[in-house]
Nanobody
Framework: QVQLVESGGGLVQAGGSLRLSCAAS????????TAWFRQAPGKERDFVAS????????YYADSVKGRFTFSRDKAKNTVYLQMNSLKPEDTAVYYC?????????????????WGQGTQVTVSS
């Protein structure tokens, strides 16, 4: 099993920045990729970004490309989502996910483990 714990959410004004963290523990050697998804009230959980566990491949949703950066600290088994130029439409609960099976994917079904989520609110 893999446990994922997110942190770093909060309230920020439009144009501001936040950095989300996701610490992985347990059988981290089984992880092939991690990802961030987000879910706004009344909406589906949408893909944000994916990162291979080796760190060599990243994949971003068009809506965040150029504003968000996904990275990993191997020594800490922690991944980060640096979010810049935030917009009110980025407001959502952000979830970290990990997959044992695929390198990178935008599909929710590809991920085996999920964190509890962290709220990001962007005010206009």
């Amino acid at each position: 099993q893999v446990q994922l714990v997110e942190s770093g959410g909060g309230l920020v004004q439009a144009g501001g920045s936040l950095r989300l963290s996701c610490a992985a523990s347990g059988r981290t050697f089984s992880i092939a990729a991690t990802a961030w998804f987000r879910q706004a009230p009344g909406k589906e959980r949408d893909f944000v970004a994916s990162l291979s566990w080796s760190g060599g491949t990243t994949y971003y949703a068009d809506s965040v490309k150029g504003r968000f950066t996904f990275s990993r600290d191997k020594a800490k088994n922690t991944v980060y989502l640096q979010m810049n130029s935030l917009k009110p439409e980025d407001t959502a609960v952000y979830y970290c996910a990990a997959s044992r099976r695929v390198a990178v994917s935008s599909s929710r079904g590809a991920y085996d483990y999920w964190g509890q989520g962290t709220q990001v609110t962007v005010s206009s």
